[in-house]
């Protein structure tokens, strides 16, 4: 029988406890082995029972925690392994490009160089015409929506600051980067923006989306072709059909490039078919067409803008094999023709 310790002072009490129940668990203790030991068919079923428990815990470990593990650590080095390998491809990718623009200059040259050395002047110069589409049409497309994206990012800024948003730099700094993507772009940023303000105000997220939509048809209407003007030189439609065949075949950067890409090929298609109508000597007016029936109700007007030859510039050098231009340093070529013979037109 084990006694409870008197009341003590409060120094005491304390140790006093300590020693009472340590004298409990080894009077538990002894009270279960004498059990175990006056039946043994208990005891068998004990043991039994930790057997059990051990081959449990030992197959659990062996299988299920083991394996976890495994799994875990070889997701954590494929992770960790991804983003080391994307940071340097990254870095690469920025030395890289920041070379280039060191050296576009020199570049540029020894690619002319190269192409005055092995292709006819006349080839060679479609070719120089449809490298300045192209920069005329990137330049003007990638520039214009920097524009047009900080102009959105600023005012979606203000207007959540107006609407006590949450995250509002953070709402509006994701919906001014996504902007950059034509026609999907206000959408994309629009769905983690309105999820973020959904965490903390439900009715807020709602306000959000609505105000989203206004400034999409803002920019879609207003400021985009304000800023953009006449430089891509497409039709809604084309945007639309250029940025969905473009993200089915090589997603992000197809929503991202399919827009100039789809330009230049535009306006090579263009010029080529305006040339051919010049050769046959009808109208390249597009609103010519629309009433007509027959070929024969097409009439060349007769005060049709005659295309004059481009003279040389400064810049362009008379080498070996070319023979110089004549009368007043002008050359007769000029961009239709130029398409025309990319689009091996007769």
Same mark, same amino acid.
């Given at each position: 029988m084990i006694e409870r310790p008197p009341r003590s002072t409060p120094l005491y009490s304390s140790a006093a406890s300590d020693v009472y129940k340590r004298q409990c668990f080894n009077s538990i203790e002894t009270w279960a082995t004498n059990i175990l030991e006056d039946n043994p068919e208990i005891q068998g079923y004990v043991d039994k029972g930790l057997e059990q428990l051990r081959g449990f815990f030992e197959n659990w470990v062996k299988t299920t925690f083991l394996s976890d593990m495994s799994k875990l650590v070889t997701t954590v080095s494929t *992770?960790? #392994?991804?983003?080391?390998?994307s940071l340097t491809n990254f870095i690469i990718g920025l030395v890289a490009s920041i070379y280039m623009l060191w050296s576009k200059d020199t570049f540029r040259a020894q690619t002319k160089k #190269? !192409?005055?050395?092995?292709? &006819?002047?006349s080839a060679a110069d479609r070719l120089l015409a449809l490298g300045r589409n192209a920069y005329r049409i990137f330049n003007g497309f990638i520039i214009g929506k920097l524009i047009d994206s900080a102009i959105i990012g600023v005012l979606c800024y203000i207007g959540c600051e107006i609407l006590k948003m949450p995250f509002t730099a953070l709402v509006a700094t994701i919906v001014g980067v996504t902007n950059v993507i034509p026609f999907f772009g206000p959408?994309?940023?629009?769905?983690?923006s309105a999820f973020l303000i959904l965490l903390v105000d439900p009715l807020k997220a709602f306000y959000f989306v609505i105000f989203v939509i206004v400034l999409q048809q803002l920019d879609g209407n207003v400021i985009g072709p304000k800023i953009l003007g006449n430089t891509v030189g497409i039709s809604g439609f084309w945007v639309l059909a250029s940025i969905?065949?473009?993200? *089915? +075949?090589? @997603?992000?950067? @197809?929503?991202?490039?399919?827009?100039p890409v789809f330009a230049l090929i535009y306006v090579l298609i263009s010029d080529g078919v305006? /040339? &051919? $109508? &010049?050769?046959?000597?009808?109208?390249?007016?597009?609103? =010519?067409? &629309?009433? +007509?029936?027959?070929?024969? =109700? $097409?009439? !060349?007007? %007769?005060?049709?803008p005659r295309v004059e030859p481009q003279p040389v510039g400064a810049g362009d050098r008379v080498g070996p094999g070319i023979q %110089?231009?004549?009368? @007043?340093?002008?050359?007769?070529?000029? /961009?239709?023709?130029?398409?025309? @013979? $990319?689009l091996d037109l007769p």
């Amino acid at each position: 029988m084990i006694e409870r310790p008197p009341r003590s002072t409060p120094l005491y009490s304390s140790a006093a406890s300590d020693v009472y129940k340590r004298q409990c668990f080894n009077s538990i203790e002894t009270w279960a082995t004498n059990i175990l030991e006056d039946n043994p068919e208990i005891q068998g079923y004990v043991d039994k029972g930790l057997e059990q428990l051990r081959g449990f815990f030992e197959n659990w470990v062996k299988t299920t925690f083991l394996s976890d593990m495994s799994k875990l650590v070889t997701t954590v080095s494929t *992770s960790v #392994i991804a983003v080391v390998k994307s940071l340097t491809n990254f870095i690469i990718g920025l030395v890289a490009s920041i070379y280039m623009l060191w050296s576009k200059d020199t570049f540029r040259a020894q690619t002319k160089k #190269i !192409m005055v050395a092995t292709m &006819r002047p006349s080839a060679a110069d479609r070719l120089l015409a449809l490298g300045r589409n192209a920069y005329r049409i990137f330049n003007g497309f990638i520039i214009g929506k920097l524009i047009d994206s900080a102009i959105i990012g600023v005012l979606c800024y203000i207007g959540c600051e107006i609407l006590k948003m949450p995250f509002t730099a953070l709402v509006a700094t994701i919906v001014g980067v996504t902007n950059v993507i034509p026609f999907f772009g206000p959408i994309i940023g629009a769905v983690p923006s309105a999820f973020l303000i959904l965490l903390v105000d439900p009715l807020k997220a709602f306000y959000f989306v609505i105000f989203v939509i206004v400034l999409q048809q803002l920019d879609g209407n207003v400021i985009g072709p304000k800023i953009l003007g006449n430089t891509v030189g497409i039709s809604g439609f084309w945007v639309l059909a250029s940025i969905t065949i473009a993200a *089915s +075949i090589f @997603g992000f950067a @197809g929503m991202l490039l399919g827009v100039p890409v789809f330009a230049l090929i535009y306006v090579l298609i263009s010029d080529g078919v305006n /040339a &051919r $109508l &010049r050769k046959k000597q009808h109208s390249t007016v597009t609103e =010519d067409y &629309r009433d +007509i029936q027959t070929v024969e =109700d $097409l009439v !060349m007007p %007769p005060h049709a803008p005659r295309v004059e030859p481009q003279p040389v510039g400064a810049g362009d050098r008379v080498g070996p094999g070319i023979q %110089p231009p004549k009368a @007043g340093g002008q050359v007769g070529i000029h /961009a239709p023709e130029i398409c025309a @013979g $990319l689009l091996d037109l007769p």
